[in-house]
């Protein structure tokens, strides 16, 4: 369950920074925008369509988010044609934030035995 929330959670919060980003009232490039609306829809595409996939969902993109923070603190400003502004600190705390919430969203809370939920359906 916590792993859907995150899903869908992270899908709104990601279309909204891109939708203010694209509507100029938050500064960040055109890419960064897209990216953000892009994959706020994907989130919420998973959390519609294949929720039994929500747990791995929040693992990857979890990782990935932990992945860009951790170019941003490297000082990684651009990723290739891409200007992204990874070491600005606004976007390190949401890429952190979205990131380690992604990982104990997707790691730490442990999915109820099968067995269990036969019990309590009986």
């Not at 992270?10 to 009232?25: D, H, R, T």
């Not at 055109?30 to 294949?50: D, E, K, Q």
């Not at 951790?70 to 070491?87: D, Y």
């Not at 390190?92 to 990131?99: C, K, M, N």
Request: hydrophobic share 60%; charged share 5%; glycine share 12%.
């Amino acid at each position: 369950m916590a792993a859907k929330a995150y899903t869908v959670l992270v899908g709104l919060l990601l279309l909204v920074i891109g939708a203010l980003g694209l509507s100029g009232k938050v500064p960040l490039p055109m890419h960064h925008n897209w990216f953000h609306i892009v994959t706020g829809v994907i989130a919420l595409g998973v959390a519609i369509v294949a929720s039994a996939h929500t747990r791995t969902f929040a693992r990857v993109f979890g990782g990935i988010y932990i992945l860009l923070t951790i170019l941003g603190l490297a000082g990684v400003v651009n990723l290739g044609p891409l200007h992204l502004m990874l070491n600005a600190v606004p976007v390190l705390y949401v890429h952190g934030a979205v990131g380690i919430a992604g990982l104990l969203a997707g790691f730490l809370v442990k999915k109820k035995p099968a067995v269990t939920q036969m019990k309590a359906a009986a």
